[in-house]
Nanobody, 125 residues
Framework: EVHLMQSGGGSVQAGGSLRLACTASGFTFDGADVGWVRKRPGEECYMVSRRYEGGDTDSLMSVEDRFTISLDSAKNTLYLEMNHLEPDDTAVYYC???????????????????WGQGTQVTVSS
């Protein structure tokens, strides 16, 4: 059985930093498509950063200068380093892996797609 377990998140002031982590059991991130998705209040969720199975990464332009997605293969843990956080970054953040797309409903089930439980990030002015 596959489980993705998230940690990190919390409340910070604008300009601060947070690092989210996602550790998988029953699934190997290395060689798989993985990403971070967020749902901002009143909006649909959307992937903000993605690591493709070959190792290439991509992020939304709104975060690419501030967020970094990385994978520690030895720990089978996916990270999202978030710097210079802004109030608009306030959202619930999910890690996702497997059969993922840039536009997915949060927690939308699909064979071969796996989700973390989500974590709240709140950025105050």
């Amino acid at each position: 059985e596959v489980h993705l377990m998230q940690s990190g998140g919390g409340s910070v002031q604008a300009g601060g930093s947070l690092r989210l982590a996602c550790t998988a059991s029953g699934f190997t991130f290395d060689g798989a498509d993985v990403g971070w998705v967020r749902k901002r209040p009143g909006e649909e969720c959307y992937m903000v950063s993605r690591r493709y199975e070959g190792g290439d990464t991509d992020s939304l332009m709104s975060v690419e200068d501030r967020f970094t997605i990385s994978l520690d293969s030895a720990k089978n843990t996916l990270y999202l380093e978030m710097n210079h956080l802004e109030p608009d970054d306030t959202a619930v953040y999910y890690c996702a892996a497997g059969e993922i797309t840039w536009s997915m409903a949060c927690l939308a089930p699909l064979s071969g797609r796996y989700w973390g439980q989500g974590t709240q990030v709140t950025v105050s002015s």
